[in-house]
Nanobody, 124 residues
Framework: VQLQACGGGLVQAGGSLRLSCTAS????????MGWFRQGPGKEREFVAADRWGGRNTYYADSVEGRFTISRDNAKNMVYLQMNSLKPEDTAVYYC??????????????????WGQGTQVTVSS
């Protein structure tokens, strides 16, 4: 499995970005997908998860109502729409795949494949 994330960049506070992640693999529709981020000097943290082919989505409290995770199984892609961005959203964002479905979607250890990350910088 290979993941390629893109769409990061520099944006002013209040602006929007959409991150995309392309996944290789023939069983993408059965995978649970997640977005995580790692800010400067911080540990990697959960942002959003799309499980059971999009039937269930979950968000960190800090992004609830501002970010939306979605997927296109026909294109093997998962997206993270980020609105009303804040300076504290500045981080490297990673997409990840959980092929096992154990349910601990907030834990980095639950995901067995990771993309390379894309930088998001929000200026005040």
């Amino acid at each position: 499995v290979q993941l390629q994330a893109c769409g990061g960049g520099l944006v002013q506070a209040g602006g929007s970005l959409r991150l995309s992640c392309t996944a290789s693999g023939r069983t993408f529709s059965s995978w649970h997908m997640g977005w995580f981020r790692q800010g400067p000097g911080k540990e990697r943290e959960f942002v959003a998860a799309d499980r059971w082919g999009g039937r269930n989505t979950y968000y960190a409290d800090s992004v609830e109502g501002r970010f939306t995770i979605s997927r296109d199984n026909a294109k093997n892609m998962v997206y993270l729409q980020m609105n009303s961005l804040k300076p504290e959203d500045t981080a490297v964002y990673y997409c990840a795949v959980d092929t096992g479905g154990a349910g601990q979607y907030r834990r980095t250890s639950n995901y067995n494949y990771w993309g390379q990350g894309t930088q998001v910088t929000v200026s005040s």
